[in-house]
């Protein structure tokens, strides 16, 4: 890969930090949090939905004064804020997004065939993954970061495939080892871990230095000047576009309304956490599978929201006792499948049956 640091100010991106490293940091052990298994005849699979109804406005209700106090006009005024978010904020983000899902050069869809141009699997794409996870959840950084840094791990080996002209031995020299030209498992952990550099520079989250990745695991693939280069590069190949779409941005919108629409009805916290942690879980879980990059981050994220209530309904069942919420979020999702430009129920279908058979398996 071609050096241009003496052109491009190769400081510009480190940040000098006015406190020590984390480098000494001591790694706790990573657990993986996996949900519990359920049985194969479980009924997550989700059912559509086939009332006629479309929902209502939740009434409040009145009280019993004639003269409603200062509190409950807070209160009721709050409520019916509060449920026309969507309507308001996210609905007008949320065909932004998918007027912008419409121009495939915004995703960072990748196949094994443009993998293979670097001689990696998608066994070796999962492990980065999943070893960025482990290193951020250490330092608890949001998980917003993780979804980020991986759009821009695909999205650099796409565009340096296509400016290559899919040459593999260019583009597989960008994983081989300085010690015996062979792959090195080291320099993927650190060029992952770059892609996570530059999303953490963009986002201003806690300090992260380029200088902690020097000498990374004491094997010596890259000094400080060659990880300078290896950002700039990834920088210049993906053209500064590091807005890129993926599941995290609907995600993100879905799961901000559902909460406040449930939260105005019910107490059942139980469900709600329950729903937040699977949803983030499962949707890790399918960037991670390179089967799925294939399909729209918005069906992507519909389908991890349906079977995430479900599964979530399922494991709250003890305390999941509100016809409410399951009125509401039946028609939530209705009305969301009329919503969706590109919606094609073989695409749900796939996502669901793969949920349904890693819950299954782990």
């Not at 209700?61 to 509190?71: A, G, H, K, R, V």
């Amino acid at each position: 890969m071609s050096k241009k640091r003496a052109q491009k100010g190769k400081n510009n991106l480190v940040i000098k930090s006015s406190r020590k490293s984390n480098r000494t940091k001591k790694r706790t052990k990573y657990k993986k949090n996996n949900p519990k298994q359920i049985e194969q005849n479980s009924q997550t699979e989700v059912k559509k939905i086939e009332k006629q109804n479309i929902a209502t406005p939740i009434k409040q209700e009145q009280n019993q004064s004639t003269q409603p106090t200062l509190t409950n006009k807070i209160i009721s005024y709050y409520s019916k804020s509060v449920l026309n978010d969507f309507e308001t904020y996210s609905s007008s983000l949320f065909e932004k997004l998918l007027k912008k899902e419409l121009d495939k050069d915004n995703l960072a869809q990748i196949n094994e065939k443009i993998l293979d141009n670097f001689c990696l699997t998608k066994e070796m794409r999962k492990f980065a993954f999943k070893y960025l996870w482990e290193i951020l959840d250490q330092y608890k950084i949001p998980i917003k970061f993780y979804f980020k840094s991986v759009l821009v791990f695909d999205s650099f080996l796409i565009n340096y495939s296509k400016i290559n002209n899919e040459d593999k031995k260019i583009c597989s020299a960008l994983f081989k080892s300085k010690h015996n030209n062979e792959f090195s498992i080291t320099k993927l952990a650190l060029y992952t871990l770059c892609c996570f550099y530059i999303i953490n520079q963009i986002y201003n989250t806690r300090n992260f230095e380029l200088k902690c990745l020097v000498n990374w695991n004491n094997k010596e693939e890259m000094t400080y000047e060659e990880l300078n280069d290896l950002v700039y590069d990834i920088v210049e190949v993906i053209n500064c576009e590091f807005d890129i779409l993926g599941i995290y941005d609907f995600i993100n919108i879905f799961i901000f309304d559902l909460n406040k629409r449930v939260k105005i009805i019910s107490d059942e916290n139980e469900f709600i956490k329950c729903y937040n942690k699977n949803i983030n879980y499962l949707a890790m879980k399918i960037v991670q599978d390179i089967s799925l990059c294939d399909i729209s981050p918005s069906i992507q994220a519909f389908a991890v929201i349906m079977f995430s209530i479900e599964y979530s309904k399922f494991l709250t069942q003890k305390h999941f006792k509100n016809e409410k919420i399951n009125f509401l979020v039946d028609n939530w999702i209705k009305n969301l499948r009329n919503i969706l430009i590109s919606y094609r129920d073989e695409d749900i279908n796939r996502i669901i049956h793969w949920l349904n058979n890693y819950i299954n398996k782990y």
